[in-house]
């Protein structure tokens, strides 16, 4: 009987090549969003609520131009006009020279009466159409009330030309036309265009603080210079020139302090020479006379 013998023996052979892994590639999108300091759910809830943002912003759009919004702000304001919220009141403040009932009446010109709808602005710009007006605030106190507050110009001289009167403010801004007998008692500007001159004409006055309480008016001569007049009847022949007319009127001031020029029976004063001044007395006295050099 023949005994096989069973060998262990090593088969060579080329050995198994292992399986390579499979690299992930990274895209720069997911770099950028690890690179954030913020979580990928965060960002992907951001870009969600983006969304919805741009889809009601078109739907606003949409709504706007074709007057959708028009409508809901319509029904919205009656519905709270029938609710009680309808102007049934008017507070006004600051009145003191306009008529008051003409303020109540162009408040309440609305043809809306509901508080949503009324014209603040609209409101506003038809009050400031009167003179008198400088500034005008409304506002809207819940449930039935808009509140006027006004502040009115002051009077500050009365502007004479081609026989037509208007009472003028300190700027110059004409507030209405009044009649001779109405003529308060106010500096006259005189001359056309003068309104336009009353700042100037003011900042030339405050040179002399003493005297310039007792110029009662002033007339605009040629659209290029002034002459005042004093409530002792004498007239003030100014130079051309806002520095020049300031620097007369102040040496004019200097003079008066010295010799008590005003109230002596002169009846015009002359500084457009700026060597020399000259004075005109009545017709009965000397024609002319020559005064110290200045």
Same mark, same amino acid.
């Given at each position: ?6 060998? !262990? %023996? ?10 390579? /892994? ?45 007057? +959708?919004?028009? *409508? ?17 009141r008017v507070e006004v403040s600051g009145v003191n020279r306009i008529d008051e009932l003409k303020v109540y009446e162009i408040t309440l010109a609305q043809k @809306? %009466?509901? *508080? ?9 710009? @038809? ?6 007006? /400088?500034? =005008?605030? +409304?506002? /809207? ?7 006027v507050e006004i502040i009115e110009r002051e009077p500050a001289a009365v502007w004479q030309r081609n026989g037509k009167l208007s009472l003028i403010d300190k ?5 209405? @036309? +009044? ?9 006259? +500007?005189?001359?056309?265009? =003068? !309104? &336009? ?16 309480? *007792? ?9 290029? /210079?002034? !002459? ?5 009847? &004498? ?6 020139? &806002? ?7 102040? !040496? ?27 004075? %005109? ?8 006379? @020559?005064?110290?050099?200045?």
């Amino acid at each position: 009987m023949t005994t096989a013998k069973r060998t !262990n %023996r090593k088969v060579k052979g080329k050995p198994r090549k292992a399986a390579k /892994r499979k690299v992930k590639q990274v895209s720069i999108f997911d770099k950028m969003l690890r690179a954030m300091p913020v979580t990928e759910a965060q960002v992907q809830k951001g870009l969600t609520w983006g969304l919805v943002g741009v889809f009601i912003l078109g739907a606003y759009t949409v709504a706007h131009y074709s007057g +959708i919004n028009e *409508m809901i702000k319509t029904e919205v304001a009656a519905a709270v006009g029938n609710a009680g919220f309808e102007v049934k009141r008017v507070e006004v403040s600051g009145v003191n020279r306009i008529d008051e009932l003409k303020v109540y009446e162009i408040t309440l010109a609305q043809k @809306d %009466r509901s *508080m949503m709808l009324v014209d603040i602005d609209q409101v506003r710009e @038809d009050l400031m159409a009167n003179g008198w007006i /400088r500034e =005008a605030r +409304i506002s /809207r106190r819940l449930p039935d009330t808009l509140v006027v507050e006004i502040i009115e110009r002051e009077p500050a001289a009365v502007w004479q030309r081609n026989g037509k009167l208007s009472l003028i403010d300190k700027t110059g801004f004409p507030l209405e @036309d +009044i009649q001779k007998e109405e003529v308060p008692d106010l500096p006259v +500007i005189v001359g056309k265009k =003068a !309104n &336009e001159r009353v700042p100037e004409l003011t900042k030339l006055l405050s040179v002399a603080p003493a005297l310039s309480p *007792m110029v009662t008016g002033a007339t605009w001569i040629g659209n290029r /210079r002034w !002459n005042l007049e004093f409530e002792s009847g &004498e007239t003030l022949a100014l130079p051309e020139g &806002e520095k020049t007319a300031a620097a007369a009127f102040l !040496n004019f001031a200097r003079m008066d302090g010295v010799n008590r020029l005003l109230g002596r029976g002169v009846v015009h004063f002359d500084l457009r020479d700026a060597e020399r001044a000259y004075l %005109r007395m009545p017709k009965k006295a000397d024609a002319e006379t @020559d005064a110290p050099e200045t």
